[in-house]
């Protein structure tokens, strides 16, 4: 059967795992690359032997390509939203990652835009593919947990700590819209609402620690303007209550992240620092206790948009929408520390703002 031919937009670190994904398939296979830095595009055009009329250094000419299928937009934030909204135009269907813009008035954008001409896509929150994920919302969607009264999660790294990394693209507001919040939190925000439901208040702290750090191609230092860390009380629509920790600034952590879920009947722990594991303790047993994960919640994030494409999808994917709800309450978050204050996110202004 003829291959999907995939573009990927960005050759960031993030490219790796999209490349990795499209080479991984049977259903796909590179076809072009785009990227603004000219050196980078080169080297990796011979490394992946991709054909120089196939690498650009505008997405729109990319676009333009009649025969490729589809794109994966890898680019800093602040690219997110050109980049989508031109696939939205061109028709052409994506995989963009997170945050899917820089502020709510984006995402709204965005949002409009694919009912207004609809193409199939997906948001790459990534921890939706995790095994341990899948299973989690399989026993809390057959209410092994009962009602759910508490989430409390971790997402926790300690690259930041390095004050010698110079003022990169993630520490600055413009290209990021926020820091450990957009980069860390958006994928735990969007894990509270695939398991357990939706946010309706928020009350944060957040705080930069390293308030400076050196100019890119520049003399001297410049101004961090983001969060280095954030923490998150929160609400949900059914009236559980949950906590939030994220930090760039975890000494000895490396991608570590904990989500624990307690109901009335059970409770479940889910852990990722090498490789995600379920942790459950339901009735009378004495103690939490580990889980096998069944074959069918073993999936790949790359291999699932390659599904959607083909009419295979499993509906579990993140949509614009989800990324619009996840950039609300990004916003949110970020007025409840500013102003102090809680703030709440109505169901309605989630399903209907704009």
């Known amino acids: 059967m003829?291959?999907?031919k995939i573009g990927v937009i960005g050759l960031g670190g993030i490219a790796n795992f999209h490349i990795e994904g499209i080479q991984a398939s049977e259903d796909a296979e590179l076809w072009s690359i785009c990227d603004v830095n000219e050196e980078a595009l080169a080297s990796r055009g011979e490394q992946l032997n991709i054909p120089e009329e196939r690498r650009y250094t505008d997405h729109k000419l990319m676009l333009r390509d009649i025969e490729l299928d589809a794109v994966t937009i890898g680019t800093p934030n602040?690219?997110?939203?050109?980049?989508?909204?031109?696939?939205?135009?061109?028709?052409?269907?994506?995989?963009?990652?997170k945050p899917i813009a820089l502020n709510e008035q984006e995402a709204i954008t965005l949002r409009d835009?694919?009912?207004?001409?609809?193409?199939?896509?997906?948001?790459c929150f990534s921890y939706r593919y995790k095994a341990a994920v899948r299973y989690a919302k399989q026993l809390i969607e057959k209410g092994e947990l009962g009602f759910v009264h508490h989430v409390y999660s971790q997402y926790l790294q300690s690259w930041g700590l390095n004050e010698d990394i110079p003022l990169v693209w993630r520490f600055r507001k413009d290209l990021s819209g926020s820091g450990a919040l957009g980069d860390l939190g958006s994928h735990i925000l969007d894990l509270h609402r695939f398991l357990v439901g939706e946010t309706v208040r928020v009350i944060a702290d957040a705080g930069t620690i390293v308030k400076e750090r050196n100019r890119i191609g520049a003399e001297g230092k410049g101004a961090v303007d983001v969060d280095d860390f954030c923490h998150v009380l929160a609400r949900f629509e059914s009236g559980a209550s949950s906590s939030m920790s994220i930090s760039r600034f975890a000494y000895?952590?490396?991608n570590y992240q904990q989500v624990e879920v307690y109901g009335t009947k059970g409770a479940l722990l889910y852990n990722l620092e090498?490789?995600?594991?379920?942790?459950?303790?339901?009735g009378d047993e004495q103690q939490f206790r580990s889980v096998d994960i069944p074959d069918d919640c073993r999936v790949g994030q790359m291999q699932s948009f390659f599904d959607l494409l083909l009419g295979k999808g499993d509906g579990l994917d993140a949509t614009i929408q989800d990324g619009f709800i996840?950039?609300?309450?990004?916003?949110?978050?970020?007025?409840?520390?500013?102003?102090?204050?809680?703030?709440?996110?109505?169901p309605v202004e989630a399903a209907n703002h704009g």
């Open 2 to 4: 003829k291959k999907l």
């Open 78 to 97: 602040s690219n997110h939203f050109d980049a989508a909204y031109e696939c939205i135009q061109a028709g052409k269907p994506f995989a963009l990652e």
């Open 113 to 123: 835009a694919l009912i207004q001409n609809p193409v199939p896509h997906m948001v």
């Open 252 to 254: 000895g952590r490396g």
């Open 274 to 282: 090498e490789e995600d594991t379920l942790q459950v303790k339901f």
């Open 326 to 346: 996840n950039q609300l309450t990004i916003d949110r978050i970020i007025q409840s520390f500013t102003e102090e204050k809680w703030v709440s996110i109505t």
